[in-house]
Each structure stands twice: as C-alpha cells, then as structure tokens.
C-alpha cells in the first residue's frame, strides 16, 4: 500500500513525493526495502509472485522508477481514484489477486515502514503465511520496547504450536499511564498494519462485517480499464466507496463474532521495525554519538543532545539544542521539539489552507520523463534545471503566456520548435517564441539536462497547451 502523504515528515515528504519514496534510513527508499523484504520471503514452501502495489494517479511513474532500479516490474498497479482509506485498498488488490482464477495469500504491507532486523522480519512473515494457509487472518503484532502512546496495541493469547497467539482485542492509542500497564502486564502488541490472508478470506470477511465497502469497491473493480500494468476502477463507482481502515472495518469486529468462521491470529515481530511516522522515529533508527545526535547529509552539531540535523542542500549548524529536530530542504527549513514531531501535520494544513505549493512540491518537481528545478526566479522570469530521461519525451506543447530558452548542459537534445527539428549537442541553445509548438526529447543513452530559461508575463504551470503526451495527461 503506497499511497500515503506523509505529513508529518514535512518538508522532506510532500503530498506529490511523500516518505515511501525517499531514502530515510539508508540508500534504498521506504518503498525499496519493502518490496526486497518481500522477496525474501521465498523458501521451498513458499513462492514469491511480483508485487501488486495499490497507489494513486500521481505516483505511479514514481513507483515504476523505483522498482526499475531494483530491476524489478510490479504485476499491476492499483490507482484508486480517490483516498478511500485501507480496507477499500486491501479489497482492490484481493479482487486483482483473484481476477487470473487462483486465490494467493496475500502479504499486505504499508510502503512506509523499516526494519533493523531484516531476517527476523522474514521469519515472522514466513510464520504468518503458513497460518494463513489454514484459513485465519493473521496480523503482525511489534513486540513493544517502550510505552508508545502513539500506535493502537493489540491484545492477544500465548503462542501456539503454530507461532501464532490468538487476538482478544483491538485497543486503541493509550495515554502514557495505559501504556506503561500494557508493557508491565504482558500480551500486548503494537499494531503493525501488517496482515496476511488468502484473497478470499478477506473478501468474505469484508462482506460479512461491511457489505457496503464490498459491494460498491466490486462495483468499481468491475468497470476497471487496464493499461499495461497500471489497472484504474471505476472513478464514478469508487467515490461511492465508503472510508474506513482495515482495523475499523474488519479486524476490531472479529473478537467480538466468534461465529465469523475464522479466527484473528497474531504472530509477533521483534525486527526493530518502525512506522517512520514522524520525526521522532527516524531520530530513533538513526545512528547516534555519545550525546543522542543524529545527522543526516552535511550538517555539524555543536554542544547539543538527542537533536536530529537533517540537511539536504546546504551545511546546516545546530549550537546548543537539546531533543529539537532541523530539517532543511532548498525551499523550507523546519525546527522543532523533538517531543512535539506528530505537531507537524498542523503545519502542512496551515500551507495546503493558504494555497501554498511548499505543502505538495518539492522545489524540484519529478515528471514521468524526469525532473525539474525552479533555481531562481523573479518578475517576468524564471530559471529551471531540467533532466530528461534517456529515451524520454516531454509533451508536445505551446504557451500563451512565455517564452523560452534553453541551453543544453549534458547530453543531446532532440528540439521540435514549430515545423523544424533540431539535434543539440553540449553548450547549444535554442529559442521558443511566444505561442509556438515545441517540444523537448532525448535521443540519447544518457541523462539529458539543460537549463530553461523563461521570460513572460505568467510563468504558472498551468500555461501549458498540450497537443500529444506519451503519458495521458492532458491540458
């Protein structure tokens, strides 16, 4: 599942390239180490088939990067047309599962999350798959190492022969005093979001307990359109589905109905696993030195204790602090109270009310055929640096409001402007008048990158008339 936004780890994630898809904790995304932990996965008795991934519109040039880079392709992936929360998500991918006639186990995972301990992890997933197999839903409980305020526990029986404990019940967030009962009783677990079940399984169990959220998801599946591996419902049909989290809609009833005709089990994990869902967390999988500091890229820390300096464009110096968080992003730097992480949100929607593009965009903004940087800009004018993959092409485009330059940095440069092609080489240029048709393309083998320099009277995105996409995007 990997469709998240990530707010509370602005400015680092934005709602157009959020967490499951930046290097947090290593050089592999969070998006990466979930898929390769999956493929670890495979033993004699158990066969790993290509992951479904279940995202949005958005993203999926993103989720499709990324897995070419571990020379990996998805078996299909899900856009939902609209957030509708997990248990909709996990419905769509079972439909999808079971769509070729057979029934898998399914292994449903957020995108977002980390383990220290990897082969732990394989152990307890493999465990839950072989009691998947007889036909209970099997949730992985994080075996607790502090009283966490900040995740639902789960209660459950001790292990049987299986590996598996049986689930008494779901409790949601405790205060700190709850907590502290909890780890000093026993038998509670933190809620992974982690499940393992046959694709039928769920399916029947989401009809007994919620036959509307089965009913109107079917009714989206049934009317989905497939492109290559990109699969879309219904969009009509599935604004009709309604929100609500695996947790909600199914696993919290279970306990309560033994009659359901299965049972909730529950398989510890003790990988050192982490939801990342603030900047607490990733402070706490960080490497520290002898004073609880944290750095990330190119930042210096001076008299200060358990303060995280995360730097991604320039040196940051942090003089003094004690448990504060900086992130510095080129457009937006955040300082904080390490204790005061999950507050973090409440900045994102005071951007997002103001209309402000720091709450969704980065300043360098990923396109399917690559990316672009605004690196300065001003009235009537504005300078980006833009890379084009090899083979990749933007839309063939005009605007009525600017014209362009653009310089060729490195790389080769396929140039339609109006009835003329040109090919440019390093240090060439080019110039698009006003309201003429053009269009950018790399021939080559290589990245393309060239400097695009805009003048005009209206430089916003939205100035773009595009006459053919190889992407599906329209004006």
């Not at 880079?69 to 999808?96: F, I, M």
């Not at 977002?112 to 839950?128: H, W």
């Not at 992974?192 to 079917?218: C, H, N, Y």
């Amino acid at each position: 599942m990997a469709g998240g936004s990530g707010t509370r780890l602005w400015p680092l994630s934005r709602a157009l390239y959020p967490k499951q898809f930046l290097a947090l904790n290593g050089p592999q995304t969070l998006f990466q180490q979930a898929h390769l932990r999956l493929q670890s996965l495979a033993s004699q008795d158990i066969a790993v088939a290509a992951p479904c991934v279940v995202g949005n519109e958005e993203h999926r040039f993103l989720v499709l990067d990324q897995l070419r880079e571990l020379k990996s392709a998805p078996e299909s992936l899900l856009l939902e047309p609209a957030g509708r929360n997990t248990a909709p998500a996990v419905a769509l991918a079972a439909l999808q599962a079971m769509a070729g006639g057979q029934d898998p186990i399914l292994v449903v995972t957020p995108a977002d999350q980390t383990v220290t301990r990897p082969e732990a992890y394989t152990a307890a997933l493999q465990t839950a798959i072989r009691v998947a197999a007889q036909g209970d839903i099997v949730i992985l409980g994080v075996t607790p190492d502090r009283p966490e305020t900040g995740f639902g526990y789960i209660k459950a029986s001790d292990l049987a022969a299986d590996g598996a404990g049986t689930v008494q019940a779901f409790v949601e967030k405790p205060n700190l005093a709850t907590a502290q009962g909890y780890l000093a009783e026993g038998g509670y677990y933190w809620n992974s979001g982690m499940f393992v079940m046959r694709a039928s399984r769920w399916l029947a169990a989401l009809k007994k307990f919620r036959p509307d959220i089965a009913e109107a998801t079917q009714a989206s599946f049934d009317v989905r359109t497939t492109d290559e591996v990109f699969v879309r419902p219904g969009k009509a049909e599935f604004l009709k589905v309604p929100s609500e989290s695996v947790d909600y809609a199914v696993m919290e009833q279970c306990p309560r109905q033994p009659d359901a005709g299965f049972s909730v089990r529950m398989v510890p994990l003790d990988a050192g696993w982490s939801d990342l869902g603030a900047w607490d967390a990733v402070w706490q999988v960080s490497g520290h030195d002898e004073a609880g500091n944290a750095v990330e890229g190119d930042g210096l820390i001076q008299d200060s204790r358990n303060t995280l300096v995360h730097a991604t464009s320039r040196l940051v110096a942090a003089v003094g602090l004690d448990n504060v968080v900086v992130v510095e992003t080129p457009d937006a730097v955040l300082v904080a109270d390490r204790s005061r992480s999950q507050d973090v949100k409440h900045v994102v929607a005071k951007l997002q009310s103001a209309e402000r593009t720091e709450g969704s965009l980065h300043r360098r903004v990923h396109r399917p055929w690559g990316w672009y940087d605004s690196i300065d800009m001003g009235p009537r004018f504005q300078v980006k640096r833009i890379m084009v993959k090899p083979k990749a092409s933007l839309s063939l485009q005009m605007h009525h409001h600017r014209a362009e330059h653009w310089i060729v940095v490195s790389g080769t440069a396929e140039v339609t402007v109006g009835d003329k092609v040109l090919l440019l080489s390093e240090n060439q240029s080019t110039y698009i008048p006003l309201g003429t048709v053009h269009r950018l393309v790399n021939p080559g083998a290589i990245p393309l990158e060239i400097i695009e320099v805009q003048s005009g009277s209206y430089l916003g995105e939205d100035d773009i008339v595009r006459f053919q996409d190889n992407y599906g995007r329209s004006s």
